[in-house]
């Protein structure tokens, strides 16, 4: 297993660990108690602690069935998302507080979306498909205006969005450049495509996929040789292989 994972494997331990120590204080503290606005108090405080544990206990083993790229057959894609949203938001909570790497997290919290995505895959067309591209990949110097029409470009090389538009020419997907959440939200809005692939930083991917409820995305890290959010790179052959994956009649 990465060690990004087991970052994250140690932070739901950490709020099981958490929840059951308050389970247990509070059920010391009725046995030692008389006062019943008090004992009532301690009972509720003890049974939330006892079904948070539990939670945290199956979302655990989810997490790490997810991680070994197993299917989870018993459980709603939709459930498993929200629950994973849910988890995910205490996670990064924990990760703040322990000073911890957030960009980790999100990875890990990225990995397990896909996850979840690809193991509930419905086949699509590939015109349903939607590529969200960030700004950050095209070449800073390049003069011509992407963002709104991707076909401004003119595929001179110098940056990967030329190599991303035969890959979209190919399969006939739809693709655009979106300069942030507020008009990536917008370009999905009018589109209205049935599943999004996006590349992004990983802040930008883990809020776009909690940003994104009713659709499926799957999120493709970008790579950042020259720093954040300039002349990045993406690997055009895995966002291939998941249009592949997603056009594809299943086995
Ligand atoms: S490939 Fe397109 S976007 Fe990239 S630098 Fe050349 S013209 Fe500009």
Avoid at 139 to 166: A, E, M, V
Wanted: hydrophobic residues 45%; proline residues 4%.
């Amino acid at each position: 297993m990465k060690k990004n994972s087991i970052i994250f494997l140690n932070l739901v331990l950490f709020l099981m660990i958490f929840s059951s120590m308050l389970a247990l204080l509070t059920l010391l503290l009725l046995k030692n108690s008389n006062l019943v606005l008090y004992r009532a108090v301690l009972t509720i405080i003890f049974i939330l602690s006892v079904l948070f544990f539990g939670y945290i206990l199956i979302n655990g083993i989810l997490i790490v069935f997810l991680l070994k790229g197993k299917r989870i057959p018993f459980f709603s894609d939709k459930w498993l998302k929200s629950s994973l949203n849910f988890l995910y938001s205490s996670i990064l909570y924990l990760s703040k507080l322990f000073r911890l790497d957030k960009d980790k997290v999100r990875n890990v919290f990225t990995q397990l979306n896909n996850q979840i995505v690809r193991s509930g895959r419905k086949t699509m067309k590939p015109e349903d498909i939607l590529i969200l591209l960030p700004h950050c990949l095209q070449n800073t110097d390049c003069p011509y205006k992407i963002t709104g029409n991707i076909d401004n470009c003119k595929r001179c090389g110098l940056c990967p969005i030329d190599h991303l538009l035969d890959i979209r020419d190919q399969y006939h997907t739809k693709m655009f450049v979106a300069t942030g959440g507020t008009l990536a939200r917008r370009i999905v809005h009018q589109v209205k495509p049935k599943m999004v692939i996006a590349v992004a930083c990983e802040r930008d991917l883990s809020s776009g996929i909690l940003d994104i409820k009713k659709i499926p995305v799957v999120g493709i890290l970008n790579e950042r040789p020259n720093g954040p959010c300039m002349n990045t790179r993406v690997s055009v052959k895995d966002i291939e292989e998941t249009i592949q994956f997603f056009i594809q009649e299943g086995e």
